[in-house]
């Protein structure tokens, strides 16, 4: 299967790229070193071309709450628009789990941005989504 990883380089998506290349699968690398910005979509519709599956495992630096939940935002509606003109088929976002529980952390914010912006428009997207939580 051809699986595009969003975050490819960060440390959940490195390991994320190497357990699916372990079984065999086609990885496609999406990060701005590799030549696609998520926040702004420039590249994103190349590297999603005959794509089936998106993993997103983005991660945000900033330690201010409107920072980060800008920063998610943008890349979630950014990441399903070019999924849907792709036709992928299925959409993985890996979280946190409990993060709607934990207020004050920038980072848990962003993560419920994602949340908000992928389920209420779920059935406009031709991708199936999956949301994995882990636990530290």
Same mark, same amino acid.
């Given at each position: 299967?051809?699986?595009?990883?969003?975050?490819?380089?960060?440390?959940?998506?490195?390991?994320?790229? +190497? #357990?699916?290349? %372990?079984? /065999?699968?086609?990885?496609?690398?999406?990060?701005?070193?590799? &030549?696609?910005?998520?926040?702004? $979509?420039?590249?994103?519709?190349?590297?999603?071309?005959?794509?089936?599956?998106?993993?997103?495992?983005?991660?945000?630096?900033?330690?201010?709450?409107?920072?980060?939940?800008?920063?998610?935002?943008?890349?979630?509606?950014?990441?399903? +628009? #070019?999924?849907? %003109?792709? /036709?992928?088929?299925?959409?993985?976002?890996?979280?946190?789990? &409990?993060?709607?529980?934990?207020? $004050?952390?920038?980072?848990?914010?962003?993560?419920?941005?994602?949340?908000?912006?992928?389920?209420?428009?779920?059935?406009?997207?031709?991708?199936?989504?999956?949301?994995?939580?882990?636990?530290?």
């Amino acid at each position: 299967m051809r699986i595009a990883v969003a975050g490819a380089i960060g440390n959940i998506g490195t390991l994320t790229v +190497a #357990a699916l290349q %372990r079984d /065999g699968h086609e990885v496609v690398g999406i990060s701005r070193s590799l &030549g696609v910005d998520l926040t702004t $979509g420039e590249g994103l519709d190349d590297a999603l071309a005959g794509v089936e599956a998106v993993v997103d495992a983005t991660n945000s630096t900033a330690a201010d709450p409107a920072e980060t939940v800008a920063y998610f935002g943008a890349v979630t509606r950014n990441l399903l +628009a #070019a999924e849907l %003109r792709a /036709g992928v088929g299925h959409h993985v976002l890996l979280s946190i789990a &409990g993060a709607h529980r934990v207020g $004050g952390n920038a980072h848990y914010a962003g993560k419920r941005e994602q949340w908000a912006r992928r389920w209420p428009d779920a059935s406009a997207s031709s991708s199936p989504t999956l949301s994995v939580c882990s636990s530290r």
